[in-house]
């Protein structure tokens, strides 16, 4: 079964650090990636998304993503975090099995300190 | 991108009693809805994919009976949580797509709480 794995519960970063976070994803082909933000209480965010082509994505806030195929995984990036970037990021594949649904991974919350 | 509204944002209800979620599609034609779930600090959980005039399709242990979901137009959908139990309590977020589009577009989510 198709699936979606971030291996960091919590990650922890000093305000103006690198950030990395890891997706990892479970299927044959190549899925449609989302990154989503989610801020205590509230809906989710689109940060960036990819569908195909060029595998480095740029989002929005100052936020990247590159896509590898030989380790199936999509790596959110940011160069340097800003304390408002504390959040729950999530993973997400869609078109799997020829659906429209998406399949989230756990989330990954982030903590910045000042 | 498109602009999806929950209502309410938050709930407060009794045991037994049910209560109802809207989510509206504002600004395109939203073929297909989502209807999820998250519990405090957990992930998302698709409940079920409404589309238009359609009865809805639950996923697997989704109680379609309790959790009730209408797609009468191509901007509104309902998610009815019969009876509502304390377990029910959640955050519960809508998303909408159209046509062949890949990408999910995501309500506010609401808030049920049941008391």
């Known amino acids: 079964a198709q699936s979606v794995t971030q291996p960091d519960i919590h990650i922890t970063v000093s305000e103006g650090a690198s950030l990395e976070l890891r997706c990892n994803y479970s299927?044959?082909?190549?899925?449609?990636l989302f990154w989503y933000v989610q801020s205590p209480g509230q809906g989710l965010q689109l940060l960036l998304k990819y569908f195909s082509g060029d595998t480095l994505v740029q989002g929005i806030k100052g936020f990247e993503a590159e896509f590898k195929r030989s380790q199936s995984s999509f790596n959110l990036r940011k160069p340097s975090v800003h304390w408002s970037d504390a959040a729950e990021y999530f993973c997400?594949?869609?078109?799997?099995?020829?659906?429209?649904?998406?399949?989230f991974g756990t989330g990954t919350r982030l903590k910045v300190l000042a | 991108g498109a602009v999806v509204s929950q209502h309410p944002s938050w709930v407060i209800c009794k045991s037994g009693t049910s209560v109802k979620i809207e989510c509206r599609s504002l600004d395109f034609q939203a073929t297909t809805m989502f209807w999820y779930r998250q519990f405090p600090k957990q992930s998302l959980m698709l409940m079920a994919t409404?589309?238009?005039?359609?009865?809805?399709?639950?996923e697997q242990g989704v109680e379609k009976d309790k959790f009730l979901i209408n797609h009468a137009s191509l901007t509104l959908s309902t998610l009815t949580v019969t009876s509502a139990h304390p377990e029910d309590s959640s955050f519960y977020i809508c998303s909408t797509k159209t046509g062949n589009s890949y990408e999910q577009y995501f309500g506010p989510g609401t808030r049920l709480t049941v008391t």
């Open positions: 409404s589309n238009e005039g359609s009865k809805a399709t639950y």
């Open positions: 299927y044959g082909a190549t899925p449609y």
């Open positions: 997400a594949v869609g078109g799997t099995s020829g659906t429209y649904k998406y399949i």
